[in-house]
């Protein structure tokens, strides 16, 4: 049986995974910070969920978190770092330093302190994946968008190193870059999302992506093609393209 564990399965591609893999009869470890909406999900799956409501950004609760999954159902097969939080920051304003902060903490930080307390037990067990939920805004910095962009880069480049020092071993590490996913993270955005896919069906592709275990993942594929050619593009270019794009509405991030 499979068992796979979620961060951040309280709304959005975490909820719409935690449904996939119950659908598939697996075994779930789901975090989030809203108990209430874990329990929601547990009730709908009865003896397949363990709730965990933490931060990720508390690497102890989610050490305590792992080993507790670990010592009820062994070592995960699937370990999907999905938490993350989106804003608009401007580093000129001083009230957005600790949004800054937070982005970081929550969508780097908390990428690392989900995926310890799991590897050395994959390893005994012989495998898994380790799968960590980027995002094209990792690819190149976007206007008014300084702490989401930076990120998702630096999630990216610590899932490429993940990747590099676990080679050795039978632990895949899975990197997935979303374009728009319509999600509550999505439904502020005050721009034009091309080819918006429901978190439903997103959900069905990343899982064949990390079944395969394919180290890099652009989904959908179109937003791939265009994030090669943002790469492609000269800083001059790219600037003149998008200084002027619309901004993620700058707001305060929950506690």
Do not use: H
Not at 132 to 159: D, M, N, T, V, W
């Amino acid at each position: 049986m499979l068992k796979v564990f979620i961060t951040g399965a309280s709304s959005g591609i975490g909820w719409a995974l935690a449904e996939y893999y119950a659908a598939q009869g697996a075994q779930l470890g789901l975090s989030a910070r809203r108990a209430d909406l874990l329990q929601r999900l547990a009730a709908s799956w009865p003896g397949q969920v363990i709730c965990y409501p933490l931060d990720v950004t508390d690497a102890a609760a989610l050490r305590a978190a792992g080993d507790d999954f670990i010592a009820r159902l062994g070592a995960p097969d699937i370990v999907i770092a999905n938490a993350g939080v989106s804003v608009g920051t401007l580093t000129e304003c001083a009230d957005d330093l600790e949004a800054i902060r937070r982005v970081m903490d929550v969508n780097f930080f908390g990428m690392a302190a989900t995926f310890s307390p799991f590897i050395a037990a994959m390893r005994q067990a012989g495998g898994g994946r380790l799968v960590g939920i980027a995002s094209l805004a990792g690819i190149r910095g976007l206007p008014g968008a300084e702490a989401y962009s930076a990120s998702k880069a630096a999630a990216i480049s610590y899932l490429e190193s993940l990747r590099l020092e676990l080679r050795a071993s039978a632990i895949k590490v899975v990197t997935i870059c979303p374009g728009y996913i319509r999600t509550p993270m999505t439904e502020g955005n005050p721009f034009p999302m091309p080819f918006l896919m429901p978190a439903d069906v997103a959900a069905r592709r990343f899982a064949r992506a990390i079944a395969r275990g394919s180290s890099y993942s652009v989904i959908p594929w179109q937003m791939g093609v265009v994030a090669k050619l943002l790469r492609l593009l000269p800083n001059s270019l790219y600037d003149r393209l998008f200084a002027a794009a619309p901004r993620k509405p700058r707001r305060p991030l929950p506690p």
